[in-house]
């Protein structure tokens, strides 16, 4: 008998069920630690409307997808032999 008393969506995979390399969604927590950018940085992002996030209650969330859409977005920084030329 499965326990029934877990929070729909929270129970860890059985044994024939794989786990998501990458979540569709993630908290802001989960978006810094993944990008290695500060909470600050992440909502001021969200703040200037570069970075989508969308509210689930209390939590915010951002898509994964729009995670590295607005990464792929952030400048390129060059080298200085090409900066020197």
Request: glycine share 8%; with cysteine.
């Amino acid at each position: 008998m499965r326990n029934i008393s877990a929070v729909a969506g929270t129970r860890p995979a059985d044994a024939g069920e794989k786990m998501m390399q990458n979540p569709i969604a993630l908290k802001i927590s989960e978006v810094c630690a993944a990008s290695r950018i500060g909470r600050t940085g992440v909502y001021e992002a969200v703040k200037r409307g570069e970075l989508r996030a969308r509210k689930n209650g209390k939590s915010t969330l951002v898509l994964y997808a729009d995670l590295v859409e607005w990464l792929d977005q952030l400048p390129t920084i060059s080298s200085k032999e090409t900066q020197s030329k």
